[in-house]
C-alpha cells in the first residue's frame, strides 16, 4: 500500500512557476534600468537584484508545505483533497511570486532613476510575500495531525 503521496508535488510545482514568473518580470526591469544606467554612465545599482530575488521564496514555501502534506501521512482514501489543497495554495502562492515580481519591477525602475526609496519599495515587497507566508502557515495548521 502507497502512503504518505501527498499533493504530488503540486504545491512546490505551481509555486515555483509563481516564482519563475515573478523572477522573469523583475530581472527584466532591472536589467532595463541597468542598460539606462550604463548609458548615462552612471554607476548601476546592484541592490536591484534584491527585488529580481524577492519571488524566490515561494519556491520554499511550496517545498515546505510539499513536505507538511506528506509528512502528514494521511490515507490513500484523501489523496484527490491533499492533491486540491497542494493545487489551491499553490495557485495562492504562485499569484504571490508574481505580484511581488510585478511591484520589484516597479521598485528597480524607481530606485535605479531616482536612487532613492529602497526601504519603502522592499516593505512593499514584503508586504506581498507575506501572503503566500500566510497561505503556507494556515494550510499547514489546518492539516489534520
Known amino acids: 500500500m502507497v502512503s504518505g503521496l501527498g499533493d504530488m508535488s503540486l504545491s512546490l510545482a505551481i509555486a515555483a512557476i509563481g516564482s519563475a514568473l515573478g523572477t522573469g518580470v523583475a530581472g527584466m526591469s532591472a536589467i532595463g534600468a541597468w542598460k539606462r544606467a550604463f548609458q548615462q554612465n552612471k554607476a548601476a545599482p546592484f541592490i536591484l537584484i534584491a527585488f529580481v530575488g524577492a519571488p524566490l521564496t515561494q519556491t520554499i514555501y511550496g517545498m515546505i508545505l510539499r513536505n507538511a502534506i506528506q509528512g502528514a501521512n494521511l490515507p490513500p482514501e484523501s489523496y484527490i483533497y491533499q492533491m486540491l489543497i497542494g493545487f489551491f495554495a499553490g495557485i495562492a502562492m504562485a499569484f504571490s511570486a508574481y505580484m511581488q ?45
Open 101 to 145: 515580481g510585478k511591484a520589484g519591477a516597479k521598485a528597480a525602475d524607481a530606485l535605479a532613476e531616482t536612487g532613492k526609496g529602497f526601504g519603502n519599495y522592499i516593505m512593499v515587497v514584503g508586504i506581498i510575500e507575506t501572503v503566500a507566508l500566510f497561505v503556507m502557515v494556515f494550510t499547514m495548521t489546518a492539516m489534520p495531525g
